[in-house]
């Protein structure tokens, strides 16, 4: 079964801080690279972060800097911590295979940043 399940979006101020969980089944999580995406309004799905099995790390240069990815392989799950978050990440951010998503997608989890 396949299983993609996002939390802990919300608002948040500018320059203010979350983190993201994502609960995968293990048949997408095992031995593969996972990823966090994010779609705006109005906006194609991009990439942001993502990380290998073995925990080597890749991000866009919008968040580069301010963002983390981590994941625990005993858990299934992968996680984004977010910092100095601006308005321009207010988006729907979802989890996936890194770099080869899988054409299943969760419901996301909704990060609005105000000004």
């Known amino acids: 079964q396949v299983q993609l399940v996002e939390s802990g979006g919300g608002l948040v101020q500018a320059g203010g801080s979350l983190r993201l969980s994502c609960a995968a089944s293990?048949?997408?999580?095992?031995?593969?690279?996972m990823g966090w995406y994010r779609q705006a309004p109005g906006k194609q799905r991009e990439l942001v972060a993502a990380s290998t099995f073995g925990g080597s790390t890749n991000y866009a240069d919008s968040v580069k800097g301010r963002f983390t990815i981590s994941r625990d392989n005993a858990k299934n799950t992968v996680y984004l911590q977010m910092n100095s978050l601006k308005p321009e990440d207010t988006a729907v951010y979802y989890c996936n295979r890194g770099y080869s998503p899988l054409g299943y997608w969760g419901q996301g989890t909704q990060v609005t940043v105000s000004s």
């Open positions: 293990v048949n997408i999580f095992r031995s593969n690279a």
